[in-house]
């Protein structure tokens, strides 16, 4: 199951984004866990992993752009997106860089384009967790792997200049 995280200091916007949401979400099998306190936000981090965390800009106390620099620090999987009315580019695009956020989204924002950001950034997040996994070995590479537990050297082969192989 996916999980995202919005964050926004009006509960009334975190209502709306909820229901524009929620059915594409639904299908997504993604569950939503909205605050309007990023303090609590970021303790919520701590305990769960999210796919996408959202952030509305301007918030008392914890700006936006802090907080989701902070949830790079936790979790630094979890695709960031930045909600904003702002019209302060200059401080926006320094606050996106900053926190390495992936897409801006301007309020009001529209439905079917949130939705496309967020299909997004389910397969940005798909993506960096697939890269992230180690290569799956053979079978011969885990038996290799389990003879030179048993025996170290043994996977080892000298050659002499010529070619051809010591026998020790």
């Known amino acids: 199951m996916r999980r995202v995280l919005l964050v ?5 916007v975190l209502s709306a984004l909820q229901r524009t949401l929620r059915p594409f979400l639904q299908e997504q099998d993604a569950e939503i866990e909205a605050f309007t306190d990023p ?4 303790l919520r981090c701590a305990e769960v992993t999210f796919d996408i ?3 509305d800009y301007r918030m008392p106390g914890l700006t936006g752009a802090d907080f989701l620099q902070l949830v790079k620090g936790v979790q630094p999987q979890a695709v960031r997106l930045m909600l904003s009315a702002s019209t302060e580019f200059a ?8 926190a390495e956020v992936f897409r801006y989204v301007a309020k009001p924002w529209e439905g079917e384009e949130l939705k496309k950001i967020f299909l ?4 940005r997040h798909d993506e960096a967790v697939r890269l992230r996994q ?8 885990l038996e290799a792997r389990k003879l030179e537990r048993e025996e170290p050297g043994i996977t080892q082969v000298r050659r002499a200049p010529d070619g051809s192989i010591y026998l020790d």
């Open 134 to 141: 180690p290569p799956a070995l053979s079978a011969q590479e």
């Open 120 to 123: 997004q950034a389910f397969g």
């Open 91 to 98: 401080e926006v695009s320094h606050a996106i860089n900053r």
């Open 39 to 42: 303090e609590q936000a970021l």
């Open 53 to 55: 965390v959202m952030s």
């Open 8 to 12: 926004d200091d009006e509960a009334r």
